[in-house]
């Protein structure tokens, strides 16, 4: 660390010592070569029989020379030409070459010349135009335009206008930024007539994906704007746009990204890349690490982020030294809505219908605020009764006597969302904002089947459970921006996200004993994510034009589960009536209420100096960045439990009925005495944790050629976690403490070959880590109440270490149509791995297997039909497929309960295939998609004691999505989801273990945008 720090000061130290030489008085000329209307690679420049340089890929060449008249020669093929040149302090001079049959024509525009060149406004026109990029509709500041066979010129503004006086006629002009590919326009027609302002577009060049993750997430723009920044991406990397997901109708990130190349998803919320789980996937939002407010893990559950709030998802396949060492399958940068560049204001109104839902739902008693998502009181704690004090006195028997089922009377409220946004301009300052706020009602039906069998295949255990749920999601957005000239930006986002689900659900069957039972569960849980972000960016013309970009972040992450209530009735089999199990025998199977509270804390700060430099006369620029992030997280996790117990009489000794509803008898008991609350919390069920990670990295850019770049990178990496256990009511108890410190150095590379300026080849190589999560280092045990297991954590565990190898061919074939194929290997080092341990009752913990292997393939097409028949424009097929295989070996873990010592990883799909045909008609404002997944069987439980694996069965969905413009400003959008009716089975061997109908959902959505 001591070592970093030094070169980071000497470096520093270095750069202002030579900026503050180097500030000497002069410009810049910049060279344009055009051959017809394409550009023109390989012309040399030299002035003074010296040699400066060649143009490169984009027909381009410039450098900075001191003030003054220089002759500069140009080369090409044998054809030469001097041309003087005047170049003024800060200024840019032009040299626009045109090669007609080997003969150069050359027009050079110096700012002097210009100015007098000039011609008089007596009968001119004004010709107006807007130039944005391609890539993200963001105004392009600064970009010289000229016009074919005029000596006249114009420099775009801050909104990237412009205006130049011109006779009556038409033009051709041609566009020039160092940043963006030259390009000509095609002929423009200048009449007295009014008119709009033309808009014209240029593509970046050398376009770097991290610009687009940190200060430019604007992406919500056509499918060549995502094409153009895979293309340019340094990583293997695949995007995800607005329109994209406007297109497939999906409501949150999660549903969005099982769109994507090797991506599956599990449970609804939680993304495997490439079949790795989750442990090996990260996400950040707008470039910065976010909290978890699931206590079990420590990714955020993606289902937490609806559509609405974002312009685009990228997830990074290969690993690049800015970010995180934490990466194994890959990362996932959900970039939040753009900046506008003037006022606009949007709304939308939906509905949902789910086709499993009955007429008569079921719910239970709430609060007056339980449409907002917001327990009201309803459900808290008694009295003076917290989550952090002894259960003691009268408060403890005086819990809300809430658990009768009743029907649900009430419709859901039609989802809403609102955004407004505008791009203000004073003097030399720009300013920009934009707001969003949202809210969504869902009310869904569920029903699921489930099985468990004795080791000699009968059945043991046997059930039916319907759920009812409500889903409350709402959110807010808000972005401040700020820029004075073109070389300083400071950005401000807030981000505000809640998920509550309110679940009645009822399950009956029989258990291990061959009773029937009726288990009733009340659950609510809401979910909170926030997150302000500050971040800038600043160039540095008189400092090599040097870049600086820091940042800091602060996010929190809630999960508040108040009084979640479950009871059994088992049913008399001489009667055949139910009876509150708790009559005959008090126990958590009886009745059990819980509390859980969590709050997840992150800080995260750092910087980054990028320099562009060029080696000897070439005329590309190379680059190198050195850079520093630190990352506090904090986590506190507690859990309070209440059961029953026998009070002064027994219940069968009361007036009370044990087939009584719940409600009668606990309110007949409390008056009798017969039963009463008691704290039923255990020593483990509380604890806090912290990691703190400390980094550096150094990452570079190397220009090989003009068709080769070569990345390499390192980074370095402290990282400290550290998970105390606590028993909450013992005060002479020693606290548990586990703690894990590593320090890695991880280096990184990759490179892109330009086969031809459509077709490329990608590889690359990293070495990155995976830790454990903060609960897993503990050596205590708690109940996972999703999986119904108890779980231990290891104190022992290590990190494991994986090496990533990538390798992808592009093609890129047409504006829109692409195909791509790739491979990919990942080698892992003491893979962390679940195990159970124990036969009576055995307990699931962790360890650190051997090693394991991934191995993969993923190709994707995307074209559109009409090349193949003129008849089908409008139509699109896209189609995307990954094979993977993977094994992990547990041979060094000695422990006899698992069933297979090899395996594939949990959770890893063989293949996964989706596929999307679309139509749209531009001047009808019509759009139809049909939306196609399939995911292959993979591990959902691991076996154990000779029982075979539980497989996740394969599941075909297929979703139609049609939208169509009534007007200019507004649209009509409906949807259909699982239009097959799958239902998801789980399977051990031939045996059906689990079958989930999920049934299909309709949408409708009336929006518009003013």
Not at 141 to 162: I, L, W
Not at 919 to 931: D, M
């Amino acid at each position: 660390m001591k070592i970093f720090k030094a070169l980071g000061r000497l470096g520093i130290l270095t750069v202002l010592f030579f900026g503050v030489l180097c500030f000497a008085e002069g410009g810049e000329v910049s060279i344009l070569v055009y051959r017809g209307s394409k550009p023109a690679v390989g012309f040399s420049v030299s002035e003074g029989g010296k040699a400066l340089g060649q143009t490169d890929a984009n027909g381009y060449f410039s450098k900075s020379m001191a003030s003054g008249v220089h002759t500069l020669t140009l080369e090409f093929k044998g054809s030469v030409k001097d041309v003087p040149v005047e170049v003024s302090e800060g200024e840019n001079s032009q040299i626009i070459v045109n090669i007609l049959n080997e003969d150069l024509q050359v027009e050079s525009f110096s700012p002097e010349r210009i100015a007098e060149d000039l011609p008089e406004n007596g009968n001119l026109i004004p010709l107006k135009g807007v130039l944005k990029s391609s890539v993200d509709q963001s105004p392009i500041a600064g970009a010289r335009v000229f016009v074919k066979g005029k000596s006249v010129s114009a420099t775009t503004n801050g909104k990237g206008e412009f205006e130049i006086p011109l006779p009556e006629g038409e033009y051709e002009l041609s566009f020039l930024h160092s940043k963006f590919t030259t390009k000509t326009s095609d002929k423009i027609q200048v009449s007295s007539k009014e008119s709009a302002p033309s808009k014209f577009s240029m593509n970046p060049s050398g376009l770097e994906l991290e610009d687009y993750l940190v200060l430019s997430p604007r992406m919500s723009g056509s499918v060549e704007a995502l094409i153009e920044v895979r293309k340019n991406s340094a990583n293997v990397a695949d995007v995800i746009s607005a329109e994209k997901i406007s297109k497939t109708g999906d409501s949150d990130a999660a549903a969005s990204l099982r769109r994507v190349t090797g991506l599956t998803l599990v449970d609804g919320k939680f993304v495997y890349i490439r079949g790795l789980g989750e442990r090996y996937s990260s996400t950040l939002y707008n470039g910065v690490s976010l909290p978890s407010p699931d206590p079990s893990r420590r990714v955020v559950p993606l289902d937490l982020f609806p559509t609405s709030i974002l312009d685009s998802l990228v997830i990074q396949k290969s690993y690049s030294p800015e970010n995180s060492a934490e990466f194994g399958g890959g990362s996932i940068f959900l970039q939040s809505r753009s900046f506008p560049e003037e006022f606009f204001f949007s709304s939308s109104v939906g509905t949902k219908f789910h086709s499993l839902n009955s007429d008569t739902p079921l719910t239970y008693s709430g609060g007056s605020t339980d449409w907002l998502g917001v327990d009201d009181g309803t459900r808290g704690l008694p009295g003076d009764l917290t989550m952090d004090s002894p259960s003691t006195g009268d408060s403890l028997q005086k819990f809300k006597n809430i658990h009768n089922l009743k029907d649900r009377s009430k419709t859901a409220i039609p989802s809403l969302q609102l955004a407004l946004g505008d791009g203000l301009k004073r003097g030399a300052l720009k300013g920009s904002y934009v707001a969003s706020l949202m809210y969504g009602d869902d009310y869904k039906e569920s029903i699921e089947e489930s099985h468990k069998y004795l080791s000699t295949g009968k059945e043991s255990e046997g059930y039916d459970r319907n759920r009812y749920q409500r889903t409350i999601k709402t959110g807010g957005l808000l972005g401040l921006g700020l820029g004075w000239t073109k070389n300083h930006q400071l950005k401000f986002d807030y981000l505000l996200v809640r998920n509550t689900t309110n679940e009645a659900s009822v399950k009956t069957g029989f258990n291990y004993e061959q009773e029937q039972i009726r288990d009733t569960y009340l659950e609510w849980t809401e979910r909170q994510l926030q997150n302000g972000l500050l971040q800038g960016e600043h160039r540095i013309p008189r400092l090599f034009n040097s870049k600086i970009k820091w940042h800091v972040s602060r996010s929190e992450a809630k999960r508040y589960e108040p009084d979640r209530r479950s009871y059994r009735y088992r049913k008399n089999p001489d009667t055949g009536d139910y009876e509150f199990f708790g009559f005959e025998e008090v126990t958590s199977e009886a009745y059990q209420r819980r509390y859980t509270k969590l709050a997840d804390n992150v800080v995260d700060y750092g910087s980054e100096w990028m320099l562009p430099f060029k080696l000897w006369s070439s005329p590309v620029y190379n680059e190198i960045s050195v850079g520093f992030n630190q990352v506090y997280k904090n986590r506190n996790s507690q859990i309070r439990r209440y059961g029953l117990a026998e009070g002064t009489t027994k219940p069968s000794e009361s007036s009370a009925k044990s087939t009584d509803d719940l409600e009668t008898i606990m309110r007949t008991c409390q008056e009798e005495s017969c039963l009463r609350f008691q704290d039923d919390t255990r020593s483990t069920d509380n604890y806090f944790a912290n990691h703190h990670i400390q980094s550096y990295y150094m990452n570079t850019k190397w220009a090989l050629t003009p068709s080769v770049n070569l990345h390499l990178g390192v980074r370095q990496e402290h990282s400290v976690q550290e998970v105390t256990s606590f028993a909450l009511f013992t005060a002479d108890a020693t606290p548990t403490v586990s703690q894990l410190k590593t320090w890695d150095t991880l280096p990184a590379a990759s490179a892109t070959w330009k086969l031809t300026e459509k077709m490329q080849l990608r590889a690359a190589y990293s070495e990155t880590v995976s830790r454990p999560d903060l609960k897993e280092l503990s050596n205590t045990i708690w109940r996972d109440d999703e999986k119904g297991y108890d779980v231990k954590g290891e104190p022992n565990l290590k990190e494991a270490v994986i090496n990533n190898y990538d390798f992808r061919w592009e093609w890129y074939f047409d504006r829109k149509d692409n195909v791509s194929a790739g491979v990919f290997y990942k080698k892992f080092r003491n893979p962390i791995e679940s195990i159970f341990n124990g036969k009576s009752d055995p307990v699931l913990t962790f360890s650190n297997a051997e090693e394991a292997n991934n191995l993969g393939f993923e190709f994707e097409w995307s074209q559109s039909l009409d090349s193949f028949y003129s008849r089908l424009n409008g139509f699109r097929f896209g189609a995307n497929y990954s094979y993977i295989q993977s094994e992990v070996k547990l041979d060094n873990l000695n422990q006899s309960v698992l069933t297979s010592k090899e395996r594939p990883l949990q959770g890893q799909s063989p293949y996964v295939v989706n596929g999307i045909l679309e139509y749209e008609k531009e001047n009808w404002g019509t759009s139809t998609s049909l939306v196609y997944n399939i995911f292959g069987p993979r591990i959902s439980e691991v076996g154990t004691y000779e029982f075979e694996d539980i497989y996740e069965n394969e599941f075909h969905q297929l979703d139609l999505v049609a939208q169509q413009k009534l007007s200019k400003n507004v649209a009509v959008k409906f949807g259909v989801q699982n239009l097959l009716n799958e239902t998801s089975k789980f399977t051990q061997g031939e045996k059906l273990i689990r079958e989930i109908q999920k049934g299909q959902t309709y949408s409708a959505q009336l929006s518009g945008r003013f």
